[in-house]
């Protein structure tokens, strides 16, 4: 069974092998390196995707991916669930399927228990508020690792598994001509960028050859690098392609990325041939596939109780991953529109749990539950209403929906006709009926293989960084500084001396505005700063941001520190001053410092892990 496959919509986009070359023309790669490879790390799958330098130049949508990964009951997949298994010295054991495998082995004959088993982790990243080095998660059994450690096995086993391939294909090619691109939502911010950056590192990863992607540009490129054969709109065909091509010069579109943990929401505007602005800041939230997951458990819980669940899940470990994979491939296939009940296959130990605990067997369970007249019980199989399934798709959906109508009310989104619909979850009947019928006057374009987009278009990306011209900032950035205190002006709280100078703390020395276009590749600000003492050697500064587009102390609220800004200051004397540029408009957030007197580049650092 391939689970490759995706669906067709309002608009469908489909690649023609033949039509490649005609479309592309000759494109020039910007990396360095011979190859290019990405990691797609995600909340419920992961994979990877590679193409030679050579191939993109002559045929950019020629990337190559393992797709031949394989699950229980003989499932074959493009990418593989993002689980891992350690045994208990925190060692290595297995990666996505076959972790599933080994786990539920293990538990068959109850040695599961001294092993970390990690699963759909990754949204801790976005969870979590205060984001650290030291930062731990808890693996199924609430047993505790360090969530940098965790990130960088898992980093480490895709790119070996990506390595392997490669020589296969390329046996001469070394580490070194590879360039690494690493895939992560537009919605995180700089801390959790900052903890992937190291996560792969310590997974062996040299720095000056990893790249950061946003999920959502990515997706938006390789859409863009599709050629349009064929598109359907509302069932009649049209003949004029290009009238209702996404990706014509003055186009704007909004991309809604739709993963396992996440939707991941931007919106961009066709400037060139080939190039992207953003026009709308990256925003979303918690609203993926997972929480159909999640409102499939509370329907299992809410039939034999919590207590009941909780000891299924820790005491069948086999049947709970079972039931897991079952329900993955399940959710999948729900249709709006199809009446009538599905089977779902329920384990026997589950009914033995509930009697063990509640004395009573599952018929009994059910006729004494909210589902009483609704679900039948028969066999060890239920089945349930297909309105009541339809039920557990209401928060991803609803969420989802009402967060595009806001986002189409900004002035920045007016004018945006096409929605390009990716990401795993984006094959879903339920979401793409949700989108429809919400937008009627908009064209839902999914592209074939949406579940790749992003993945694939990592690749591109990391090829031609710049096809993104500029972004827009999602808040304002500044620092904490001392300024010269003017008396009518500055509160008297804020007041400070340092010998014969009298300064005002606290100041927000802002660098970026909340709403700024930030032009890819250009400093956003330079400021000049001195050292308050003669001996210091660095200037260390408070990183803050604010929702606020002018803040004017960091004690404002809203605002909240997100880390800090080191610059070495050389030689002495507090008339030292260095030139500080920040760079806002790429993925990640970085820094230059020249020495006022010679010009010399001093090194500086942002630190978002304090």
Same mark, same amino acid.
């Given at each position: 069974?391939?689970?490759?496959?995706?669906?067709?919509?309002?608009?469908?986009?489909?690649?023609?092998?033949?039509?490649?070359?005609?479309?592309?023309?000759?494109?020039?790669?910007?990396?360095?390196?011979?190859?290019?490879?990405?990691?797609?790390?995600?909340?419920?799958?992961?994979?990877?995707?590679?193409?030679?330098?050579?191939?993109?130049?002559?045929?950019? +949508?020629?990337?190559? $991916?393992? %797709?031949?990964?394989?699950?229980?009951?003989?499932?074959?997949?493009?990418?593989?669930?993002?689980?891992?298994?350690?045994?208990?010295?925190?060692?290595?054991?297995?990666?996505?399927?076959?972790?599933?495998?080994?786990?539920?082995?293990?538990?068959?004959?109850?040695?599961?228990?001294?092993?970390?088993?990690?699963?759909?982790?990754?949204?801790?990243?976005?969870?979590?508020?205060?984001?650290?080095?030291?930062?731990?998660?808890?693996?199924?059994?609430?047993?505790?690792?360090?969530? *940098?450690?965790?990130?960088?096995?898992?980093?480490?086993?895709?790119?070996?598994?990506?390595?392997?391939? *490669?020589?296969?294909?390329?046996?001469?090619?070394?580490?070194?001509?590879?360039?690494?691109?690493? %895939?992560?939502?537009?919605?995180?911010?700089?801390?959790?960028?900052?903890?992937?950056?190291?996560?792969?590192?310590?997974?062996?990863?040299?720095?000056?050859?990893? $790249?950061?992607?946003?999920?959502? @540009?990515?997706?938006?490129?390789?859409?863009?690098?599709?050629?349009?054969?064929?598109?359907?709109?509302?069932?009649?065909?049209?003949?004029?392609?290009?009238?209702?091509?996404?990706?014509?010069?003055?186009?704007?579109?909004?991309?809604?990325?739709?993963?396992?943990?996440?939707?991941?929401?931007?919106?961009?505007?066709?400037?060139?041939?080939?190039?992207?602005?953003?026009?709308?800041?990256?925003?979303?939230?918690?609203?993926?596939?997972?929480?159909?997951?999640?409102?499939?458990?509370?329907?299992?819980?809410?039939?034999?109780?919590?207590?009941?669940?909780?000891?299924?899940?820790?005491?069948?470990?086999?049947?709970?991953?079972?039931?897991?994979?079952?329900?993955?491939?399940?959710?999948?296939?729900?249709?709006?529109?199809?009446?009538?009940?599905?089977?779902?296959?329920?384990?026997?130990?589950?009914?033995?749990?509930?009697?063990?605990?509640?004395?009573?067997?599952?018929? $009994?369970?059910?006729?004494?539950?909210?589902?009483?007249?609704? *679900?039948?019980?028969?066999?060890?199989?239920?089945? &349930?209403?297909?309105? *009541?399934?339809?039920?557990?798709?209401?928060?991803?959906?609803?969420?989802?929906?009402?967060? &595009?109508?806001?986002?189409?009310?900004?002035?920045?989104?007016?004018?945006?006709?096409?929605?390009?619909?990716?990401?795993?979850?984006?094959?879903?009947?339920?979401?793409?009926?949700?989108?429809?019928?919400?937008?009627?006057?908009?064209?839902?374009?999914?592209?074939?293989?949406?579940?790749?987009?992003?993945?694939?278009?990592?690749?591109?990306?990391?090829?031609?960084?710049?096809?993104?011209?500029?972004?827009?900032?999602?808040?304002?950035?500044?620092?904490?500084?001392?300024?010269?205190?003017?008396?009518?002006?500055?509160?008297? @709280?804020?007041?400070?001396?340092?010998?014969?100078?009298?300064?005002?703390?606290? &100041?927000?020395?802002?660098?970026?505005?909340?709403?700024?276009?930030?032009?890819?590749?250009?400093?956003?600000?330079?400021?000049?700063?001195?050292?308050?003492?003669?001996?210091?050697?660095?200037?260390?500064?408070?990183?803050?941001?604010?929702?606020?587009?002018?803040?004017?102390?960091?004690?404002?609220?809203?605002?909240?520190?997100?880390?800090?800004?080191?610059?070495?200051? +050389?030689?002495?004397?507090?008339?030292?001053?260095?030139?500080?540029?920040?760079?806002?408009?790429?993925?990640?957030?970085?820094?230059?410092?020249?020495?006022?007197?010679?010009?010399?580049?001093?090194?500086?650092?942002?630190?978002?892990?304090?």
């Amino acid at each position: 069974m391939k689970q490759c496959n995706q669906y067709h919509m309002q608009v469908y986009v489909k690649r023609m092998a033949g039509a490649r070359a005609h479309a592309h023309g000759s494109i020039k790669s910007k990396s360095k390196k011979l190859v290019v490879a990405a990691i797609d790390f995600g909340t419920t799958f992961s994979g990877y995707a590679w193409a030679l330098k050579h191939d993109f130049e002559t045929d950019p +949508p020629k990337i190559s $991916t393992f %797709t031949n990964w394989v699950g229980g009951g003989n499932l074959i997949s493009c990418k593989t669930p993002t689980v891992l298994l350690l045994n208990e010295k925190q060692e290595f054991e297995a990666f996505g399927f076959a972790a599933e495998d080994k786990y539920s082995e293990l538990a068959a004959d109850e040695d599961h228990k001294k092993y970390f088993y990690f699963r759909r982790f990754k949204m801790r990243l976005y969870q979590q508020k205060n984001l650290k080095r030291d930062t731990v998660i808890e693996d199924e059994q609430n047993k505790k690792m360090n969530a *940098i450690k965790v990130f960088s096995i898992c980093i480490k086993f895709l790119v070996d598994h990506c390595l392997t391939l *490669i020589r296969l294909r390329v046996s001469e090619i070394k580490e070194s001509d590879i360039e690494w691109v690493l %895939t992560v939502p537009a919605i995180w911010n700089d801390s959790s960028k900052q903890f992937m950056r190291e996560a792969a590192k310590a997974a062996g990863l040299k720095m000056d050859a990893l $790249t950061i992607a946003l999920e959502p @540009e990515a997706a938006s490129l390789f859409c863009m690098h599709l050629p349009i054969e064929n598109l359907v709109v509302s069932g009649a065909k049209q003949t004029d392609v290009q009238q209702f091509s996404p990706f014509s010069v003055g186009q704007r579109y909004m991309v809604v990325d739709v993963g396992g943990g996440t939707v991941d929401i931007t919106v961009h505007e066709v400037v060139a041939k080939g190039k992207l602005k953003e026009l709308n800041h990256a925003s979303g939230g918690a609203w993926g596939g997972t929480r159909v997951d999640a409102a499939f458990e509370e329907f299992l819980q809410k039939i034999v109780g919590k207590d009941v669940f909780e000891q299924f899940k820790s005491t069948y470990v086999e049947d709970w991953v079972e039931l897991q994979r079952q329900f993955e491939l399940k959710k999948r296939s729900i249709e709006p529109d199809k009446v009538g009940k599905e089977t779902l296959q329920v384990p026997v130990s589950l009914s033995e749990a509930y009697k063990a605990i509640k004395n009573a067997d599952m018929q $009994t369970a059910i006729e004494k539950g909210p589902y009483a007249g609704k *679900i039948a019980y028969t066999a060890g199989k239920i089945r &349930v209403p297909r309105d *009541i399934m339809r039920e557990w798709y209401k928060e991803s959906c609803e969420n989802t929906v009402k967060h &595009v109508k806001d986002l189409f009310k900004q002035d920045s989104c007016k004018g945006t006709a096409n929605i390009l619909l990716v990401g795993g979850f984006s094959e879903s009947h339920m979401l793409q009926r949700a989108l429809t019928e919400a937008f009627p006057d908009k064209r839902i374009v999914v592209p074939e293989e949406a579940g790749l987009a992003v993945l694939k278009g990592a690749v591109l990306y990391g090829h031609d960084p710049i096809t993104i011209t500029s972004r827009v900032a999602k808040c304002s950035y500044g620092i904490r500084v001392y300024r010269d205190f003017v008396q009518g002006t500055h509160p008297n @709280e804020k007041k400070e001396k340092f010998g014969d100078r009298v300064k005002c703390k606290d &100041v927000f020395a802002k660098h970026v505005t909340k709403g700024q276009e930030l032009v890819v590749g250009e400093p956003q600000s330079k400021q000049r700063y001195t050292p308050l003492e003669a001996d210091q050697l660095s200037l260390v500064f408070d990183v803050y941001i604010s929702l606020d587009p002018d803040p004017k102390f960091v004690t404002d609220e809203g605002c909240s520190q997100i880390g800090k800004l080191e610059v070495e200051v +050389p030689d002495s004397g507090k008339d030292r001053g260095v030139w500080v540029n920040m760079i806002f408009g790429g993925t990640e957030v970085t820094v230059e410092a020249t020495e006022e007197k010679t010009g010399k580049k001093s090194k500086a650092t942002f630190d978002f892990l304090q």
